[in-house]
């Protein structure tokens, strides 16, 4: 990591571990994955509040987001004081001093000398990486524009798990619908990715024209002995799919001409469309937010009370993933469990 301005290839990360960044989900294997989802369970009453746990105690957290935010940055703040860390944050462009042209190199070198980790986020993709090359501690990748948002995917695997686990199921040989804004949306980029790590998993994915899935991604899960099949509707999408992964549409990055091509127009995924289609047994996911607003072509409010809407265990789980990540990064993982304890 010495390159002042150059972006890391994803390719030539080293595997995630302690004093290593996150930066992509290609740092991950199985193995990694058991590692974590273990860690993570074993936090779970750290989590609820019933348990304490400060491995953290005297650490520091820079918390950087340059883009919104509610759930990933206060999961993330959240984890490391949970485990008994501090935490010194500065959210948006116009309080840092990036405002005042301050370099992206110069930002992450300077708040690194006062952290033991950073967690960043910005809307350019590659910029993540960038701050990792002029930190002096590990970065955690909170999402960079279209790019990767590896803890987002971590726990999104682990709720999957979870859930079809519930069910009698596993990941591998599941199939998996993905509806919604797959051209921009850098969660299911992730997704897609990391499930390249399991066997047998049938992917149907739906988006309109406009925000359709480009073809590296297709490529990707090829590559990975999985299948990806291209629906022309949510509801071809969602008939068999033992997972419904939504998403909304990312109408900040946009261009015009995409505002122009894409009309959008009433609910991606309701109850009514859920019913006449899909499985009664079916998980539907979604990273939230969703777009509350009307005819925001995201997953309705109706679907709250259907018993596979696991929207809200993923945002729970989110505070586990991240807890676990941070105790692997600053490698005191190994002494979660001794240091367990009795609210
Ligand atoms: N899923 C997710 O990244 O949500 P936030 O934008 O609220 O962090």
Redo the contacts with the bound molecule.
Sequence with gaps: MSSDDATVPVSSLPPFGPGQHLLSVSQLDRAALTSLFGLAESLRPVGQGTQVCRILEGAMLGSL?F?????????FESAFQRLGGAVVSTTGFTFSSMAKGESIHDTARVVSGYSDALVV?HPDTGSVAEFADASVVPVIN??DGSGE?PS?SLLDLFTMRQELEARGKSIDGATIAVLGDLRYGR?VHSLLHILGLYSKVTFRVFGPPALALPAEFFEVVSASGNRIVECDSVGEAIGPADVIYCTRVQKERLSEQDEESVHLKGDLLNMAILTQYGRPDAIIMH???RDSRHNSFDLSPDVDDFPGLAIFRQ?DN?LLIRMAIFSIALGVADHVTDDLRPA
Excluded: D, I, N, V
């Design positions: 987001f883009e919104p935010s509610t759930r990933t940055r206060l999961s986020r909170a999402g948002h987002q969660t990273p939230l937010p945002t989110g």
